[in-house]
């Protein structure tokens, strides 16, 4: 991360009249910040090196590998972003609704459905001391519980420049269709529970299944792969509401071409970029959950290869379109299996 880069951050501002952020390059912290003078009041008395002043030294530390691998996924981030966006829209509060919000730490984590977020968030309750033990025993359902973690949308627009100036800021991506396929999964084929087939589920089939059974229109309890595809290329969906959170583009959730992000985690190396930013907040010690790396990245894989087998090229060119900017963002090339030829 060259000096250059470090001296730009972004600047959140309130325009009169309007409830809009207007996001623009703007001086950041380059200095240890000791006391509550950037970081929360958690702080306040332990002269401590904040995570963004951590990375920036390892970024001066040639030695350091996995600093070079951020800094050349951030420098991948900033050049797409330039290549692929134009004049984009101001981004409102909530806008920043994904964003979480770690004061005891100088943390902001923008979640990404899919993308080991569950695990994220019990890191994040046992670093702020709201759990203790192993954040694997806490249950999803505490972990995705309203108001557990706060969000950078909840702040002032004062408070917000504060925090995207001084705090450390980071997501984890997926290969976008891995992730669709995921989500297809865990919430349509064999959820947790019947509330995303009530409410999805039941509406997928009422709209594509023409002479559905009652039961399925009722239950959407068995919606297929290719209609969940449909249901996303359909016009209509969108126009009626954005789309949920587990099938929305990861740069529609976090806007990374306007919030700028210190570390670009990625699914496909999790075990090492978790440490990473752990080992920055000053917890190298706390264990991130999650199966290990090569057993769920090859799961991952298969699950994606097995379902996008049957949808044609058609579709399977029109649904990488849908998804085209978090490849080229991201640095995801175009998946093997897919036939878009």
């Known amino acids: 991360m060259g000096r250059r ?3 730009q951050r972004v600047l959140a501002a309130a325009c009169l009249g309007a409830a809009l952020l207007l996001l623009c390059a703007a001086p950041r912290t380059l200095r240890p910040v ?27 530390d040639p030695r350091s590998t996995l600093a070079e691998v951020h800094r050349r996924r951030r420098d991948l981030l900033s ?3 330039s290549r692929h966006t134009r004049r984009q829209r101001l981004l409102q509060p ?3 609704r994904h964003v979480l919000v770690d004061d005891a730490h100088g943390l902001l984590y923008c979640y990404v459905p899919k993308v080991a977020c569950t695990n994220w968030k019990r890191v994040l309750l046992a670093l702020s001391g709201q759990t203790r033990g192993d954040p694997r025993a806490i249950p999803a359902h505490e972990a995705h519980a309203p108001g557990r973690l706060p969000s950078l949308a ?10 995207l100036r001084a705090y450390l800021t980071f997501l984890f991506v997926r290969e976008p269709f891995e992730r669709l396929a995921s989500a297809y999964r865990n919430k349509l084929a064999r959820p947790y529970s019947a509330a995303f087939q009530r409410r999805y589920g039941a509406r997928i089939v009422q709209r594509l299944r023409p002479r559905a059974l009652p039961d399925a229109r009722a239950r959407g309890h068995d919606v297929r792969f290719a209609e969940f595809l449909a249901y996303l290329l359909d016009p209509r969906t969108r126009r009626d509401e954005p ?7 990861a740069h529609a959730l976090c806007h990374p071409c306007r919030l700028r992000y210190d570390v670009v985690g990625k699914f496909e190396t999790l075990a090492e970029d978790a440490a990473f930013v752990l080992g920055l907040a000053g917890a190298p010690d706390l264990s991130f959950p999650g199966p290990p790396r090569p057993r769920g990245a090859a799961a991952s894989r298969d699950l994606a290869v097995r379902l996008f087998r049957d949808i044609s090229p058609f579709y399977q060119r029109r649904l990488f379109d849908l998804y085209k900017m978090d490849f080229l963002l991201f640095n995801y090339s175009t998946p093997s299996y897919l036939r878009l030829h």
């Open 94 to 96: 909530e806008d920043l």
């Open 79 to 81: 050049s797409a972003c």
């Open 5 to 7: 880069c470090w001296r």
């Open 243 to 249: 789309f949920n959170e587990h099938w929305e583009r």
């Open 34 to 60: 000791f006391g509550n003078r950037a970081l929360g009041s958690s702080w306040l008395g332990r002269e401590r090196r904040s995570p963004l002043q951590k990375l920036y030294d390892l970024d001066q």
């Open 154 to 163: 909840d702040f002032s627009p004062a408070e917000i420049n504060r925090r």
